[in-house]
């Protein structure tokens, strides 16, 4: 697989629901089923279609989002994790993911798995082997090489005979299962170390190498600007912060990182927002200072998390319990006019930020996009006048929650706190 | 004047001719026209339309590339700095660069100057008037911010009413003289405050509300990655590096610099690899660890840094004195292929980099470029499956400064150290 | 001068006043004098001699802690800051501060004064002369080296000739008035640089050649660890902090600096916590938050700070109008015992730190000091055994600030919050 | 024992042997004896008196300074490393080192070891129990804290319950072994992490409350001048810089470490340049850049550091294999006015650096010291004048290599590249 290969994999940023925002580490098989049942029934038609299970599917004794330290981990022969089968009963017998991913695959939908960088400590400590090679962990070890916050893995050294070899067993096992999408951890960016490219590199070797269309996912935020050339040649999309979750501050900051990141997004190359931590979260992960709860955003930032995402290209999992749904939240995933822009716009831009007045527009060849937001904790008057940075005739203004239209170019709108307003314009022909 | 207009102003890479590398800041007027006379008559017709006046033309003693610190710069009454007479008689009776300007657009070409960040500090220490004001030169200060490098000028501050005034006061005379071109200096980042974000606001506006079509070009560099998206929304091109002199290390350097840049490239935003130090240079500069010379790159360098410059897309300023150019030299500025690749290419970008074997791409409807060097000192094979990068069917290889032709899309080839062969594919219908 | 000699000049930490905490730029004459005055009848015989004129002396229009930048500026032929007549009378007719100085030392004090690194903006910019030099300012200025937060000066080129000569010129000068203390600011630290090292060292020589008796004092802090070696060897006094204030924050962090510069203090050497801001400050200042007040210290919090900088043996400068002193607050500073801890104590040490129970010791021939400091907001129980730090027999404890006595080498108390006990034991012999 | 009572172990500077610089990580019992043995009979009488196992004396394959990552470890019952009985036969049937700590000590000698920083990682690995507790050693461990360099270890969180008992009971088992000196290693710097200070505390309590006279030594460096205070109240010594071999480089840096760190030179508290790469190295260490082989110091180079040495009063650990010492080496570690100027001197400083010549004293109440070096590569006249830096009379100038002496104060000597003379000058009464 070449790089324009690699990246037509994702030719629109992926669209799914991920086991993180409501269950930490420790989702179970019917979890996943229930999400992927209702994601069938209620989301598929609008595009959501990626089911991914998040990290230490592994560890038989996960039960939150707290990190069991040292835990024994399901382990085959050759130092690779394997499903927890108390957790995810259908891969007894060796079977791994492969029932899992058939049953996602049968109903219509992709299988997504996290894993960590790297190959585990236990694999180390008890030195087992890597497959096709007469190497053993502790040859392709890089000695010290950890993780700040978690203790499952050492790195693996790229340079070390069997390294290539071990990520290359990886990817062959899970495309054996039939994973579709694959979140790496633990490698976008590392508080010790920095991001690990040479691991990042092998990685997209072995996935290149070994003929299955894996979308590459990698986190943790925050990816260096730095490397964005780089991710763009090597990741279909990676992490711009640390974890996010529903509270303001992390959203009002995520503007200033999506305006620098902007400039990266291209077809098969998404800078990643991180999950929607929307509806039903916390049930038993404790991260991100709440518990079992419905998402603290409002409603205005809810649909400012929404427009921005999707008007940036970000990738849209979905972190709350799908079967949990209500009304209001669903119909905010399935609305047609940002599914389109998500979808069908190129070069998200910020055009203008004054103050706590942000618009950004995006484009396609029938559309322009202008989303103007309000961040500012009290009420703002806006004016906008859209021909200062659309060139040509347009007209057909429609703003996409409230479905008003307007007859003029010169938006004046009023917006309460954290509110924004859409307003896709058709151009003329 | 929008976003949108601003960037149409240069919606290829500008190309010229810029008076530092070989005058440093000394240029006279006489030797400004014998400069804009040679590409008139030999390059006007390759695109290359620019004529800038670099720094320090208001210095009446100014002899070399080294500045006389706090020496007596011509001003006029509303502490706007005008060309010295003495090395610019046309600007005589305070016609500052208006004669100038009327000959240079005479000849077909463009007229550009440079200008420094702030107000100079002689008007702040005699206080002196700011125009369509009741402020004065210490009114709008920044006080401590200064050059590094430089003692001609203070910062202003922004905020305080009549900097707003000051700088369109600037670009109005400029824009009265002719200006098409503005190279500003001191602001797109300086070792001592890093970029001054709030001045190239300042100036974006004031252009934008003069009316004058002017190319804004911001120096010096390395500008820092977190300022792209803003630079994209400000400027028209803006300095990668400190300055750029003929020595391989400075070149070898770029093709990082490039890589990580390449996302940033657009219509009417073109990252700046800086002047071309080629030909007769050093005439009066003693910058770059040289004097008056030839250039000291070799044939396989100058080659090496024109396909970079030309596939990413930099703008394309010669250095050296043009009634000096020798035919060789000249050939190369007037490379077809070269220059077609530089005004038609899209999205460059670096796609491999094996230890020092460096690929890049860029592509049109109609083109794809592939550009292989040699950045280790010895001589390589490469061996490249054009295949790899080119979705679809490609036929038709060239190599443009051989001529010679590839039947196939498996390129094998020996390059000597720092050398480069640059093949222009055409797509097949 | 010898760096035995210079450090002999202060035996002892310097105690006197200074105008910077009421006066700001501002002081003039009169004010001096009457804050010398009062020294003399209150103060001198508690050891405090020194009184001191702070910052802009040389600037007529000052009138409070803003500076005016690029005022202009007292300056005799040889680019040396002249006292402002209008401020100080006494120097009309070149006389300089030499009748006050002679003023000062009538009451048996010693005289202090403030004076900026470098040479003044307006002698480069006016390019006056060096004394005994055929140099000019420009010849010896340092372009681009400013004070980050002044616009008075430019730094001094130590590499070129006539900054030598130039240095000396001002000591001479300082010397001829009778100045015992010269506190030179913008050089212990600079956010621009960090520390101006080579001038220190030509300020130290020329000091050390001239012959006179001056205590160098270095401002503004923090100072860097990295040269507390160094200031030791060149100067007597510099600053721990930035500007200090009444403020219980700014108090609270100084623990932690003078635990870092304990081993640094040293017979001659005594890092400076800064000003004493007591008594009624502001008057013309703005700094620090306040304006014209009494300050905002508490009684006990006034008590910690002057148990800290007596046991750390910082210097003593009273920052508040002298004449307007209450009875509490001069009391404190003529606490006998502080005033013994404060001469006489060695090796200052925190012993420990348990949250906010913060234990410092020092030690003479015939007592140990111990204070026990509650920095928490709220009450505690502190319990210490004395004998853990203090090694052989003691005996005859005393609480300087309540004057009781302590049978028990175990003590048991309870200290509010913000609260100090200062205990002075006799060692047995 | 208390802060007073743990400085007073080492009331001068330790000196001794150490057996990293010959043999990496891999010394034998044998190897300690002999080293021992030679000690008691050429060393003892000149104060060498510790000798110290360096690390990984619990591993049994260790046969060089290679560490074997993940090797497995001898280990008792409660988490604690215990001595390879193939390498050290003594330390059989679980007597760990009390049978060669008695060797020692009947040789009039003491006895030193080194530990690592935290818990064995297969303790943790394996959960094995800690002494006195209920817990294991996950209850204890800080997940994620690494030593970045050898992969022995995990960190302990010091907030953990269990982890003051583990600590503790290293320390018992150490003292019942009869250990005297104790070198903790990853814990003074950390590249991944800085200092680990709070596992410096608890080892500081554990000892302190143990009754056992251990003196405490901290590795490696560079410890950072923020925690030179806060080292002084914890540790009798502690590494000024990363491992130390026998380049000139090294030496010449050291100087500047040196400098720094004398204000933190007291009774009790010695900054440690590291062990003497002298004589007979690298045996089965491939450190430094090295294999087996003679000091590749000069002569004049191992006088420079001798001296530089001595005079900071660093402790002395040689670290050649003293069965193989050759009388050259041997008369300089015997030089009695070294070793005088090395217990007795007090308050080292350096008092002058011109370029490369440097000039450092110290002082007892009989005598001064004077060592002029010359860093330079070539030879040099360095006039120095003695009067300068000490006050009152003197007289009688030995220089301590040659035995030459001065009768006059002023001194002008010819010094070659590399070289150094040392003064010693009695005070007159």
Redesign the interface.
Known sequence: M????FRRLAKTPPKGWNSWDCYGASVTEEEVKQNAEYMKNHLLEYGYDYVVVDIQWYEPTANSSM?H??ADLEMDEYSRLMPAVNRFPSAADGAGFKPLGDYIHSLGLKFGIHYMRGIP??A??N?TAIKGTDKTA?DI?K??S??????DMYGVDTTKPGAKEYYRSLIDLFGSWGVDFLKVDDIADSK?YGGHLEEIVMLREAIDESGYNIVLSLSPGPAS??H???L??HANMWRLTDDYWDNWQQLYNMFERC??????V?EGNWPDCDMLPLGHIGIRSVDGGGSDRLTRFTKGEQKTMLSLWSLFKSPLFFGGELSDLDDWTLNLLQNSHLINMHQSGQNP???SRKDDIVIWKSESDEKVWLALFNLNDTQKTVIYNA?????GTINDFLEIFSRESLSQTRIQTVLAGHQVKVYEIHKFN
Request: aromatic share 14%; net charge neutral; glycine share 2%.
């Open positions: 070449t790089m324009e290969q990190y330290a040292y400590r236990q180390v400590h030195n502790r070890v000695p010290n950890i993780c700040p916050w978690n203790t010790l600007l730095e964005g050339a780089f763009q040649k305006e620098k990141w902007a400039p990266f291209r831009e910020q055009i021909n200062e940075h659309i060139l």
